[in-house]
């Protein structure tokens, strides 16, 4: 069963252009998150899914950042205008609803996007 | 969320094992004890998550005492692929998985 992919792998931009990360969950996932570290710190949450809906976007650091997952499948998280700051690996993870609790989350390779 | 305290960094060798305790105080009684591992250029990995007691998998081995405010990670003859960083997480926050990261602990086995 393929895992959690994400794509690009890399992206290098420059300030004030516009990218999109996507992220394909494991089918069957209804919960999908997107994480991002940047240099030097902890990774940190920025939103999570459930099927098509936001469930917590509390992480999401400004209103340059868009997350979408349209039909509850595919997520993608634009950036528009990059700035430098924004730097840093963006992990996607899925995990499977369940009654009690999630299972666990299962991680993407992340994109590495470097804003110059 | 509960805040999690663990080891910067640890050495082992080969074929020795390795325990990776982590401290978490305030842990809520809805939570469980996660920990991923992260090779470099990868996303986190899920090792094993346990509750209270002792949980074992084909992978490792997790201790948690009758009071959960810490917990410990115990790798059996460690290889050098097992040289990564390991965090340790409590959580998920109202089942699910919106994960707080630490520093985690970075292992390096050495031949």
């Known amino acids: 069963e393929a895992g959690v992919t994400q794509f690009p792998s890399h992206s290098v931009i420059e300030k004030g252009q516009t990218v999109t990360l996507r992220c394909d969950p494991i089918s069957g996932h209804d919960n999908l998150y997107w994480y991002r570290r940047v240099m030097g710190k902890e990774i940190k949450f920025l939103l999570h899914?459930?099927?098509?809906?936001?469930?917590?976007e509390s992480g999401m650091p400004n209103n340059r950042f868009l997350a979408e997952r349209t039909g509850g499948t595919y997520s993608t998280l634009k950036v528009q205008p990059a700035e430098l700051e924004d730097s840093g690996v963006y992990f996607c993870?899925?995990?499977?609803?369940?009654?009690?609790?999630?299972?666990?989350?299962?991680f993407g390779q992340g994109t590495r996007l470097t804003v110059v | 969320l509960a805040k999690t305290t663990q080891p910067i960094s640890m050495d082992s060798y080969e074929g020795q094992e390795v325990n990776i305790t982590c401290s978490h105080n305030n842990i809520a009684t809805n939570d469980y004890i996660t920990w991923y591992q992260q090779f470099p250029s990868q996303g986190p990995r899920f090792i094993i998550q346990g509750y209270k007691t002792k949980v074992t998998n084909e992978v490792a081995s997790l201790f948690i005492p009758a009071d959960r405010k810490s917990s410990t990670l115990s790798l059996p003859r460690v290889s050098l692929s097992d040289t990564a960083v390991y965090y340790c997480l409590v959580g998920p926050s109202g089942g699910y998985n919106k994960l707080i990261f630490g520093a985690g602990t970075r292992l390096a086995v050495h031949p």
């Open positions: 899914f459930v099927k098509e809906s936001k469930q917590d």
């Open positions: 993870a899925s995990s499977q609803a369940g009654q009690v609790r999630d299972t666990e989350a299962f």
